[in-house]
């Protein structure tokens, strides 16, 4: 695609509940990237990946988040156990070698 | 590793006044530097980046950020803010060559009439 998509744009969800938010970043972009945005706030970083070498995982606030990333394309964030400080909105950013970002649309999460 | 400072965290300038906008950058050698613009409700946009050669860069939407090596700044300029300029902007700064991006925490523009 032209740009980085993500799935899906909103998502509410019950407390206690599993959710998976999805990411396609610009093909051939190697380095991905995934940020939480809450109302007001700016950017956390929370994971980053490069290519194959081992994800940046520091900015994960608890073990309830986890992010893979399959082929070196795709990316799926995962947050186990949703709490309600949890909603936000999720951004994914692909990039090139000189560093530019490509943002996503981003996902929306309600957590009630 | 790099680290990115955004002072002002809200800055609130008259709509035809001029504006400038903090960026100040920890790292050993020279980076790449970007400014993005998050307008209200919008994804963000690239304004303007810097990687090497002239110092002062020309960006969309009248903005100009300038590479202050000596101070470790890329601060953004405009001569005369619309009040569609208000929004939140971002400072950026990568080693380049796929490494890890750091952001800075932002600065909320406000324009009054």
């Known amino acids: 695609g032209a740009g980085v998509s993500q799935s899906p744009s909103n998502k509410v969800t019950e407390k206690g509940k599993d959710v998976e938010l999805r990411c396609d970043p610009i093909s051939g972009h190697t380095a991905l990237y995934w940020y939480r945005q809450s109302l007001g706030q700016g950017l956390e970083f929370l994971i980053y990946f490069q290519g194959n070498s081992a994800p940046d995982k520091s900015g994960l606030p608890s073990d309830r988040f986890s992010a893979e990333r399959t082929g070196g394309s795709v990316s799926t964030l995962t947050i186990q156990r949703t709490q309600q400080e949890d909603s936000a909105v999720y951004l994914c950013?692909?990039?090139?070698?000189?560093?530019?970002?490509?943002f996503g649309p981003g996902t929306r999460l309600t957590v009630l | 590793a790099q680290s990115v400072t955004q002072p002002d965290i809200h800055i609130t300038v008259s709509e035809g006044a001029s504006l400038e906008l903090r960026c100040n950058y920890s790292?050993?050698?020279?980076?790449?530097l970007f400014w993005y613009v998050q307008s209200p409700g919008q994804g963000l946009q690239l304004l303007l980046k810097y990687f090497s050669g002239d110092t002062l860069v020309q960006g969309i939407k009248g903005f100009e950020a300038e590479f202050k090596r000596s101070q470790s700044s890329f601060n953004l300029r405009k001569p005369s803010v619309h009040w569609s300029d208000a929004a939140e902007y971002f400072c950026?700064?990568?080693?380049?060559?796929?490494?890890?991006?750091?952001f800075g925490t932002g600065t909320k523009l406000q324009v009054i009439p």
């Open positions: 950026a700064v990568t080693p380049g060559g796929y490494q890890k991006v750091t």
């Open positions: 790292y050993g050698a020279t980076p790449y």
């Open positions: 950013a692909s990039s090139s070698q000189e560093g530019r970002q490509f």
